[in-house]
């Protein structure tokens, strides 16, 4: 069972050791977030301590594994406090403290590249083996998933709906009726005021933004899959690509074209797990329950900053 809390949604999942998903429930705070225009960190962790409660069937679980980063500190402190208290509460739970860019990844066998793009991170790894991470590369800027949100915001682009929908989804959907060649993003524009743009222009922007992004994610998982496998000795044959933006359908047909030049299989999580869910938590937490893992809640404490990379491998 797992909640996260890292940021955006608030995520119950229980799952059993066979993978079977006997419960799963997201509350989303999306629609909070697009009314501030972004994420605010108070009303996050509030939302998140009024949807915990609504917990039932502790009693029945083996272990609880919670998301303890990285992520913003005061929602990461609500869900920790709350496994913290189960399995003080049932001293038969096992407590299990998941690093949440970990839980974004599936795992076909070892070793593999995995490209994770999110709202939050951009990098690219070497996954060697469980817990045994090297980070090949970084974001220096803002993340693919919280580029997109900009872009959104910066042309007014809103839900049909009205309903909270991210500026990644929108931008997708934009993008698909625009010219991806319209605009090259050159030195020249920065010297062109956009002010009020039409609708067919915003899709050309739409479209050509995220030709270019893609772009620059496409060009550098190329390389890292070429340097994994002159540095694995060509056991690199696998390609995961995980997090959020990994549900964008033009990211995938292009990585996936990508990945068949570069003779590498790619693996991409349904679209519904892609994105913020309890499932991936929990399933988590079963591989390192399997291992023998266990946490001391007492002294368990949330990062914020918590990199791959230092987690100990298993």
């Known amino acids: 069972m797992e909640w996260i809390e890292s940021c955006d949604d608030t995520a119950v999942a229980i ?53 303890s980063g990285p992520g913003l500190a005061p929602c990461l402190d609500v869900g920790l406090q709350t496994a913290r208290q ?37 990098c690219l790894v070497l996954a060697k083996g469980l817990g045994d991470y090297e980070l090949l590369g970084n974001t220096v800027d803002d993340s693919i998933g919280e580029a997109y949100d900009k872009v959104a915001r910066m042309l007014n ?18 993008a698909a009726r625009g010219n991806d060649r319209a605009f090259s993003f050159t030195e020249p524009m920065k010297h062109r005021k956009l002010g009020n743009i ?6 050309d922007l739409c479209a050509s933004f995220q030709r270019k992004a893609v772009d620059q994610l496409v060009t550098r998982t190329r390389r890292a899959c070429q340097w994994s496998k002159e540095r694995m000795r060509d056991k690199i044959s696998t390609l995961v690509v995980c997090g959020g933006v990994a549900s964008n359908q033009y990211l995938r047909s292009r990585l996936q074209a990508a990945a068949d030049e570069e003779d590498v299989m790619v693996i991409f999580p349904p679209a519904k797990y ?15 329950y399997a291992q023998g893992m266990r946490n001391d809640p007492e002294s368990a404490r949330y990062q914020p900053r918590w990199p791959l990379e230092t987690l100990q491998p298993l």
């Open 15 to 67: 799952v059993d050791q066979n993978g079977r998903i006997l419960s799963h429930v997201i509350s989303s705070q999306w629609e909070l977030y697009a009314k501030w225009k972004g994420i605010v960190p108070a009303l996050a962790a509030r939302a998140h301590a009024e949807n915990l409660p609504h917990l039932e069937g502790i009693e029945q679980l083996s272990a609880v594994a919670v998301t």
């Open 86 to 122: 189960i399995c003080l509460d049932h001293r038969d739970i096992a407590f299990l403290q998941i690093n949440h860019l970990e839980l974004e990844t599936p795992s076909p066998e070892f070793p593999f590249v995995v490209l994770l793009v999110s709202g939050g991170h951009c």
């Open 157 to 174: 682009i809103t839900s049909s709906g009205g309903k909270g929908v991210h500026g990644g989804k929108l931008i997708e959907d934009m």
């Open 198 to 203: 039409d609708e067919k222009t915003k899709e």
């Open 274 to 288: 892609c994105t913020d869910n309890g499932v991936m938590v929990a399933w988590a937490g079963i591989e390192r």
